[in-house]
């Protein structure tokens, strides 16, 4: 059985940088969790189903078909041949991703998927619930956190980065608040910190010593 690295935490801790880096060290394929639940978003409302109506969520998740890659050192996401890239990380998918990934049919859904891709490789997969539900057996599961400002400031970088509409800092902050409410609220899979994980504060930290750190803590024999 492949190996998994589970690197989990809220918005803007640095799993999505942490787990590229730490993936091209290793030769672990690089796993985006929210992505697929952004994925769905986008399908939902392309299909005309609205994020709160959760009868036609429940009803649509199992006819969504997603095919799987390896490009990069990742795995990329594809719906009837279409790669949806930066279409996930629009202002809409970002209003609605919180209440689809709520409904039970699509957590059961994306885990599903999740769990398949060891076929593919050795993965580190970012997520929420990714030591918690999705591979609560490996032996390397980490909890990425930094305080809410720290947070707030990288997420603002990385959207001016990407060339998105700047947003005041106090508004970052205040979505990224609600999304940890919603994240750390919800009755099913909530975020929180595995049974066994290390947690990693990287408020202090830069990125090569947050990567430094997570190799330092995976199985000696899985750096060899």
């Known amino acids: 059985m492949h190996r998994v690295i589970a ?3 809220p918005s803007g801790a640095g799993k999505s940088s942490v787990s590229r880096l730490v993936g091209r060290r290793l030769g672990f394929l690089h796993v985006d969790s929210g992505a697929l639940y952004r994925l769905m978003t986008w399908q939902a409302l392309r299909h005309g189903i609205a994020p709160d109506d959760e009868a036609a969520l429940t009803a649509f998740a199992p ?4 095919r799987f890659a390896v ?10 041949g279409e790669e949806p890239g930066e279409a996930l990380r629009t202002a809409e998918i970002n209003r609605a991703v919180s209440p689809v990934s709520k409904v039970r049919a699509v957590r059961e859904r994306v885990t599903r998927w999740l769990r398949d891709l060891r076929r593919l490789g050795d993965l580190i997969v970012e997520g929420r619930d990714i030591g918690s539900v999705v591979f609560p057996d490996t032996p ?10 720290e947070r707030a400031r990288r997420r603002r970088l990385e959207e001016e980065g990407k060339g998105m509409p700047a947003q005041d800092e106090a508004a970052v902050l205040a979505s990224l608040l609600n999304r940890d409410r919603i994240d750390r609220s919800r009755a099913l899979a909530p975020l929180r910190v595995a049974d066994g994980a290390t947690v990693v504060d990287t408020t ?5 010593q947050v990567v430094e750190t997570v190799l330092s803590l995976v199985p000696a024999a899985w750096r060899s």
């Open 63 to 66: 006819t969504v078909d997603v």
């Open 204 to 208: 202090p930290l830069t990125l090569d």
């Open 71 to 80: 490009r990069d050192g990742a795995v990329v996401y594809s719906v009837e």
């Open 140 to 149: 390397a599961r980490f909890f990425l956190d930094a305080s809410p400002e």
């Open 7 to 9: 690197i989990d935490g």
